[in-house]
Nanobody
Framework: QVQLVESGGGLVQAGGSLRLSCAAS????????MGWFRQAPGKEREIVAA????????YYADFVKGRFTISRDNAKNTVYLQMNSLKPEDTAVYYC?????????????????WGQGTQVTVSS
């Protein structure tokens, strides 16, 4: 069993930056991938970025390419989402998720473990 805890959310002005962290604990696997999702009020949950734990392969949604960077620190069992040039439309609850596999999943149904989420609010 894996537990995920997000942190780093908050209120920021448009154009600013935040770095989200997701700390993982508990059982780990040799093949693992992790992703960041977000859900805005009245909208469906959508993938933001994903990364394989060991291989470092990444995926980014089109709306964050060039602005967000996903990374990991295996020694700290932590995945990060660096968010730059934030826009009001980035306002959402951001969730960290994890699953077993060698290739990143792009849909929420592929992820078995989820954090509680952290609120990101971008003012105009």
């Amino acid at each position: 069993q894996v537990q995920l805890v997000e942190s780093g959310g908050g209120l920021v002005q448009a154009g600013g930056s935040l770095r989200l962290s997701c700390a993982a604990s508990g059982r780990t696997f040799s093949s693992y991938f992790m992703g960041w999702f977000r859900q805005a009020p009245g909208k469906e949950r959508e993938i933001v970025a994903a990364i394989t734990w060991n291989g470092g392969n990444t995926y980014y949604a089109d709306f964050v390419k060039g602005r967000f960077t996903i990374s990991r620190d295996n020694a700290k069992n932590t995945v990060y989402l660096q968010m730059n040039s934030l826009k009001p439309e980035d306002t959402a609850v951001y969730y960290c998720a994890a699953a077993r596999g060698v290739r990143v999943g792009l849909q929420g149904a592929e992820y078995e473990y989820w954090g509680q989420g952290t609120q990101v609010t971008v003012s105009s």
